[in-house]
């Protein structure tokens, strides 16, 4: 089985602050993991993936396999970084996506 | 442009009526997925379909089924609609063959059961 908790329903920073969403997965092969963000009044889309190591909009996540977590981190808010943000993992090789509870993260001027 | 389109934004059903929720994408992905959105429980999955007619449970099937007689279309349907089915449903598709697996969803269904 393939499990997600983010154990952080709402989080609330200042502007220019640092903040991580926590992730932690479960599962017993070697997963990809990924971060889903949606905004106000727009789809839900992909804003990182483990497999690209790469920055978006700020944001980094690196994947620890041996706490089983994929953190999510950026160095200073921004107000437009408030939104849902969902840690998803595909584990099967067919592609199965299991999302977490999610996370509101606003960040206040 | 990449494509997922769900055939309604808002739906009200009334108690034991069957309802049908149709999800399409244009491209050419092998897996459509079906999740519901709930404050505080996240997405959950439905069902998921990783070929034509292929379907594999998620983590909450009970009360629903799922259709997938095309490539392209994925239908969500709920045999008997009941009041804790109100939600929104989220459609998505995803390709591990083309690419890297993201995930596109459409833009939701919010169904009311009254």
């Known amino acids: 089985a393939q499990r997600v908790t983010q154990p952080e329903k709402l989080l609330s920073v200042f502007k220019g602050a640092p903040v991580e969403l926590k992730c932690n997965y479960s599962y017993s092969g070697s997963p990809e993991l990924f971060w889903y963000v949606q905004y106000s009044r727009q789809r839900l889309q992909l804003l990182l993936r483990h497999i690209s190591r790469e920055s978006i909009k700020g944001f980094t996540a690196d994947l620890n396999k041996g706490e089983t977590s994929f953190h999510l981190k950026k160095p200073f808010a921004q107000e437009e970084d408030s939104a849902m943000y969902y840690c998803a993992l595909s584990g099967t090789s067919y592609g199965k996506l299991t999302f977490g509870q999610g996370t509101i993260l606003t960040v206040h001027p | 442009d990449v494509k997922v389109t769900q055939s309604s934004r808002y739906l009200v059903k009334r108690t034991g009526e069957k309802v049908f929720l149709e999800c399409v994408q244009d491209?050419?992905?092998?897996?459509m997925f079906w999740y519901r959105q709930d404050p505080g429980l996240g997405l959950r999955l439905i069902y998921f379909?990783?070929?034509?007619?292929?379907?594999e449970k998620g983590d909450i099937p009970e009360g629903y089924s799922v259709s997938r007689e095309k490539k392209e279309r994925f239908s969500l349907i709920l045999e008997s609609a009941s009041t804790n089915q109100t939600s929104m449903y989220l459609c998505?598709?995803?390709?591990?063959?083309?690419?890297?697996?993201?995930?596109?969803f459409g833009q939701g269904t919010r169904l009311t059961v009254v």
């Open positions: 998505a598709s995803s390709s591990i063959r083309l690419g890297t697996g993201e995930a596109f």
């Open positions: 491209m050419d992905h092998e897996n």
């Open positions: 379909s990783y070929d034509v007619k292929m379907k």
